[in-house]
């Protein structure tokens, strides 16, 4: 149980508050490349509560502000995007993606003063293919995150958004809830239907695995262990935890598995989700004997047509209004939950908690080490930016991230999770350069 006031530190982000103070300490990724053409319209977006525009002016380069004109507060999304710059249709001021007023038209040259006005613009930053957004002190801006997968080159990657209808926290822990994976999304798969040769069976085995859990540079970082058929042998899924919202989930060949996710908050109740992965990605337990998709199992997903109001991107066709598409007869006779897609069954159960979770109502268990640990972090590393204290991990280092990496592997009993981590790290693939094979500190 999490006591209210710890509570409202991990989920709260507004400006001023202890974790929307940490979460500005960090950039946040924030539109894809795509979402905006030269001299095109503005998009609305959402961010750690803050109203914002984004557009692309006539030379390429992007802006993010304050959708409020610093004039008469008229909303700058009605504004005309035109000749590098974004002018206010209600008196014609004008600002380019700096927030530098460059235009004051309604108002006499001689009285002009405009170059003591600004927009509140933020630093924006795109690379392989997204739209980076740093929120905090804008005379103190740290490099990019070193997230492996955002490092390779835009035609290697794979980048999908999605909306999340609940508090980002909740949403990010079923990331780092290593168990549910065997129920969730395996409940009705039985041993006998998958390869013997895929390692992911003994989660199928046992769906009751042993989890260590141990602090790390970048933030926290859990390994779930099981017995194989050898007597000198486990079978581990390692997870990772990165400051202040990113995800490294462990299903997939950890040699070959690049892949990270951020929790982006939009408000306290909505959520941003945004997966970068490498196109080579090792997949993790999907398909049957035959080959063919496991019951309930799904790549890809299905979204409502992008509209323009604050909450109107990337939001899936199947949500609370239908129930998750979840068809009860193909839960009965196949499928555990009868709704169909791993993202779609998380979405499904995250959203059922609430806007907000209740962790006062909550019962811990063993297997929530993971999450324990990674809440007790987060509200230390926020009470310490509230009063001025430590940087919190990676907001002074962003390389730090490097050293990051999740996936599922068979090693020796006799290692240590550090041990057969540092191995693993080690013998895995490379294609940035720049992965860091040092053994993760405590």
């Known amino acids: 149980m999490v006591a209210r006031s710890n509570s409202d530190i991990l989920t709260r982000v507004s400006e001023g508050t202890p974790m929307g103070n940490l979460m500005r300490k960090y950039w946040l ?5 795509s979402e905006l ?6 998009l609305r977006l959402m961010l750690l509560g803050e109203k914002l525009i984004a557009y692309r002016d006539s030379s390429g380069k992007v802006g993010i502000m304050d959708h409020r004109c610093p004039h008469r507060c008229a909303s700058l999304f009605f504004g005309r995007n035109e000749e590098d710059g974004i002018r206010c249709v209600y008196h014609g001021w004008k600002f380019d993606t700096e927030g530098n007023c460059i235009e004051m038209p309604n108002v006499p040259a001689e009285q002009s003063f405009r170059t003591k006005v600004r927009a509140k613009a933020y630093k924006v930053l795109e690379k392989n293919g997204l739209i980076w957004v740093f929120m905090g002190d804008q005379k103190k801006v740290p490099d990019l995150p070193s997230i492996e997968p955002a490092l ?6 794979r980048i999908i958004f999605a909306q999340r209808e609940c508090n980002w926290l909740q949403a990010l822990e ?3 809830d290593t168990s549910h994976f ?3 999304h395996a409940g009705s798969v039985e041993l006998n239907q998958v390869d013997g040769g895929n390692v992911g069976k003994y989660q199928l085995i046992n769906r009751a695995p042993n989890l260590n859990v141990i602090n790390t540079d970048w933030g926290t970082m859990y390994g779930a262990y099981r017995e194989t058929e050898k ?9 990772q935890f990165l400051f202040p919202f990113w ?11 690049i892949i990270a996710r951020a929790w982006v908050p939009m408000d306290d109740e909505h959520t941003m989700f945004v997966h970068i992965s490498w196109r080579k990605n090792a997949q993790g337990l999907r398909v049957d004997k035959q080959g063919d998709p496991l019951p309930g199992i799904k790549l890809g997903l299905d979204f409502l047509p992008n509209d323009t109001s604050w909450l109107g991107r990337w939001r899936l066709a199947a949500d609370k209004t239908n129930d998750y598409q979840i068809d009860r007869g193909t839960q009965r006779m196949k499928s555990f939950t009868g709704i169909t897609g791993i993202h779609l069954q998380d979405q499904a159960i995250t959203e059922s908690m609430g806007p907000i979770t209740d962790h006062e109502f909550e019962h811990l268990a063993p297997s929530d080490l993971m999450i324990a640990r990674t809440r007790k972090a987060l509200i230390k590393a926020a009470k310490e930016v509230q009063k001025g204290g430590d940087e919190p991990p990676g907001a002074d280092d962003p390389h730090v991230f490097l050293k990051a990496r999740a996936g599922d592997f068979l ?3 006799k290692l240590k999770l550090k041990d057969a981590y540092a191995e693993q790290i080690g013998l895995a693939v490379n294609p940035t350069g720049l992965l860091d094979n040092e053994n993760t500190k405590r």
Do not use: C, N
């Open 182 to 184: 065997s129920w969730l």
């Open 152 to 157: 390779l080159e835009e035609s290697e990657v």
């Open 29 to 33: 990724p924030a539109v894809k490349s």
């Open 411 to 413: 090693s020796e009993r």
């Open 174 to 176: 079923g990331d780092i």
């Open 231 to 239: 007597s000198d042998e486990l079978y581990w899924r390692v997870a």
């Open 37 to 42: 053409i030269a001299d095109g319209d503005p």
């Open 247 to 257: 995800t490294m989930p462990p299903d997939g060949d950890f040699k070959e598995h």
